[in-house]
């Protein structure tokens, strides 16, 4: 049981290109999230998923996509990257939207240069 | 600005001491609250969450306290130890939002020997 797997764990960027961090979990749970941590700050959430086919925006969307073809899989997209989008990103999974425990993946540090 | 807020953006405590992490929260919609840990280049971990309906919940060596009427939430940790040394994050969740923890700033935690 592996929980929540992140990959890359680093990547470096030029700005406009474009790239895909995965994100993918074995516990049967519904709900997947996105969030970004910049330096000294809280988690922000970018975009989450309430079960395969279903996303929907968070607080920062701009500048990301997702998509929800399985369960299991939640992608980011990032087509032009941007300085601003440098970053440490997480995905997390819950089995319940009102419970709310999430199980968060080790993270992938992005710096757009 | 920021719904969730820290007091104290670092504290440092003997080993052996109790250490209390201070959290202020503005929505009075907010029905639910965690504590997050957050380990250097790892991902956050649950310690505990607490529901608006309680003022009070403890774990292992942890207490959460909630005031509702100042929005307030602590946690507290007992017999700290140098494994406790990390950021620690409140969040919450604003009733009827779906997917959205709001995230304070963190709190630094650092465990003298």
């Known amino acids: 049981n592996a929980g929540v797997t992140q990959t890359p764990k680093f990547r470096i960027l030029k700005i406009g290109q474009s790239m895909t961090l995965q994100c993918t979990q074995d516990m049967n749970h519904n709900y997947m999230y996105w969030y970004r941590q910049d330096p000294g700050m809280g988690l922000k959430l970018i975009y989450y998923?309430?079960?395969?086919?279903?996303?929907d925006k968070g607080e920062v969307p701009n500048g990301y996509n997702v998509s929800r073809s399985t369960t299991e899989d939640f992608p980011l997209r990032l087509e032009l990257a941007a300085p601003s989008q440098t970053s440490v990103y997480f995905c997390?999974?819950?089995?319940?939207?009102?419970?709310?425990?999430?199980?968060f993946g080790s993270g992938t540090q992005l710096s757009v240069l | 600005g920021e719904s969730v807020g820290l007091h104290l953006p670092t504290l440092s405590v003997q080993e052996g001491d109790n250490s209390i992490i201070n959290c202020a929260y503005s929505?009075?919609?907010?029905?639910?609250f965690i504590w997050y840990k957050q380990e250097s280049g790892k991902g956050p971990q649950f310690i505990i969450d607490i529901r608006s309906n309680m003022d009070k919940r403890q774990g292992q060596r942890v207490t959460v306290l909630l005031n509702k009427t100042v929005k307030h939430l602590s946690l507290q940790i007992a017999a700290t130890q140098p494994g406790d040394s990390a950021v620690y994050f409140c969040?919450?969740?604003?009733?009827?939002?779906?997917?959205?923890?709001?995230f304070g700033k963190g709190t630094k935690l650092s465990v003298k020997p």
């Open positions: 969040a919450e969740n604003i009733r009827g939002s779906q997917g959205n923890l709001i």
């Open positions: 929505n009075s919609a907010s029905d639910y």
């Open positions: 998923s309430v079960g395969a086919g279903i996303t």
């Open positions: 997390a999974s819950s089995y319940s939207v009102k419970l709310e425990k999430l199980f």
